[in-house]
């Protein structure tokens, strides 16, 4: 069973500023990986699938990368609307396991 | 426009089942594009997949609730439910249903989610 990590679990970021977010899986998942950003009292929206192909309507200040094990979300310039905790999941193999998510703050 | 709406008790005794529906509106469940899925969220905590299910009846389960969960499709009410059987008060979340992509995997369309509290 594949299980994913994230760093950090918080990160405080002032708005305007970039914000790097992690993503490591304990063995390869080619590029099967989704992020999510969830905000508080809604459902988590999709970002991004197969790594770095952005969902419908994602701002392209919003990228994603990385391959096998190792993955970033980046933020090139936070906005308020922004700030959310952020899930990746791999989908290579069943379950479909999430990371622990970041939580992206005001500093 | 796809949606999808999670129903069912708000509360549940521990020992009991566990029961929600998700209704599909927008998009047919038959479609050989996805399957469909649950995941929940205990309070301040992350998200978890519980399970999916294609039309056909094909289901993939967490190995960590297998032995309790139950994932089911009724085509012609275009919907999909969950039995959770056996709960305790770690089963307490909100429970989402979503749609997955059968050839990718990730979840594009999701619920706005369902409260489920297990308490005597």
């Known amino acids: 069973e594949i299980v994913m990590t994230q760093s950090p679990v918080t990160l405080s970021v002032s708005p305007g500023e970039r914000a790097t977010l992690s993503c490591r899986a304990s063995?390869?998942?080619?590029?099967?990986l989704a992020w999510y950003q969830q905000k508080p009292g809604q459902a988590p929206r999709l970002l991004f699938y197969?790594?770095?192909t952005r969902a419908t309507g994602i701002p392209a200040r919003f990228s994603g990368s990385g391959s096998e094990t190792e993955f970033t979300l980046t933020i090139s310039s936070l906005q308020s609307a922004d700030f959310a905790v952020y899930y990746c999941?791999?989908?290579?193999?069943?379950?479909?396991?999430f990371g622990q998510g970041t939580k992206v703050e005001i500093k | 426009q796809q949606q999808l709406r999670e129903s069912g008790p708000g509360l549940v005794k521990p020992s009991e089942t566990l029961s929600l529906t998700c209704t599909v509106s927008?998009?047919?469940?038959?479609?050989?594009?996805?399957?469909w899925g649950w995941i929940r969220q205990p309070p301040g905590k992350g998200l978890e997949w519980l399970g999916s299910?294609?039309?056909?009846?094909?289901?993939y389960y967490s190995p960590s609730l297998r032995s309790r969960l139950t994932i089911s499709v009724d085509s012609s009410k275009n919907q999909f439910s969950l039995n959770l059987n056996s709960v305790t008060a770690a089963d307490t979340a909100v429970f989402y249903c979503?749609?997955?992509?059968?050839?990718?995997?990730?979840?594009?369309?999701w619920g706005n989610g369902t409260t489920v509290t297990v308490s005597s």
């Open positions: 063995q390869s998942v080619s590029s099967d």
């Open positions: 979503a749609r997955q992509s059968r050839l990718l995997g990730y979840m594009d369309v």
């Open positions: 197969d790594a770095s």
């Open positions: 999941q791999q989908y290579n193999q069943w379950p479909g396991a």
């Open positions: 299910i294609y039309s056909s009846g094909s289901t």
């Open positions: 927008g998009d047919s469940i038959s479609s050989t594009s996805y399957y």
